[in-house]
């Protein structure tokens, strides 16, 4: 998906009045996690399958009212690092399929994170989205294996193509049911810049794969 940043802000925005479901689905398991591999996140051996299709947007919100925040100017991400964690991941573009499906990063599934391009850029006001596996091939960690670990306060550093690094620092994370995704909450309008790292969670050894969604909401600090 390719567009302007006025494009992206625009797409998010009118995202705000969109009831279907937008969630990331490429995490599924061919055998039962391993023990302890990643925290308390699931770690299982398999492929990511297709991801939810996206509706298009229809309407528009307005941003909530409140003081200016810091934002930057457009700039493609490139990198990703959390030092709390000691990850660090190249950012691939990804954007949606001919079927209006959200694209997920490619197998194996411990490849890099990735930036949905129709989201804002990181720095850019609103929530940009980057997506990574929980798990990778063989049964180890996927890049966005320690996401629980994350605390309020951590940082989250994106490097960007104009050569400026965009800080933000954890608010919160929370864990949703893929059939009960607050798509207004996670991809609504803010007043600031802000990011948005999302993984598979819940992982279920009955069905091999994986019910829920992980969330972590992060702050434009600097």
């Not at 409140?66 to 573009?93: F, N, R």
């Not at 104009?162 to 991809?187: H, I, M, Q, S, W």
Request: glycine fraction near 12%; hydrophobic fraction near 35%; charged fraction near 15%.
């Amino acid at each position: 998906m390719t567009g302007s940043s006025k494009d992206r802000r625009a797409g998010l925005m009118a995202c705000a009045a969109i009831a279907a479901l937008f969630t990331f689905t490429g995490c599924t398991a061919d055998a039962a996690p391993e023990a302890g591999a990643a925290g308390d996140v699931p770690v299982a051996s398999g492929s990511p399958t297709a991801a939810t299709p996206v509706p298009s947007p229809t309407g528009a919100s307005a941003v909530a009212s409140g003081p200016a925040q810091k934002v930057l100017a457009a700039s493609d991400p490139h990198s990703l690092s959390i030092p709390a964690t000691d990850t660090t991941s190249e950012l691939l573009h990804l954007g949606l399929r001919e079927d209006g499906s959200l694209e997920v990063p490619p197998e194996p599934p411990g490849s890099p994170a990735g930036w949905y391009d129709g989201s804002p850029t990181p720095g850019e006001r609103g929530p940009a989205v980057l997506l990574g596996h929980v798990n990778a091939a063989g049964g180890g960690p996927g890049v966005f294996a320690d996401l629980r670990q994350l605390r309020a306060g951590d940082t989250i550093e994106v490097a960007r193509q104009d050569g400026t690094t965009a800080t933000f620092t954890v608010d919160r994370g929370e864990a949703y049911a893929k059939d009960e995704f607050p798509t207004l909450k996670v991809y609504g309008n803010t007043p600031g810049a802000e990011l948005r790292l999302i993984t598979c969670d819940g992982y279920d050894p009955a069905t091999g794969n994986f019910g829920d969604n992980y969330v972590v909401y992060a702050t434009l600090i600097t």
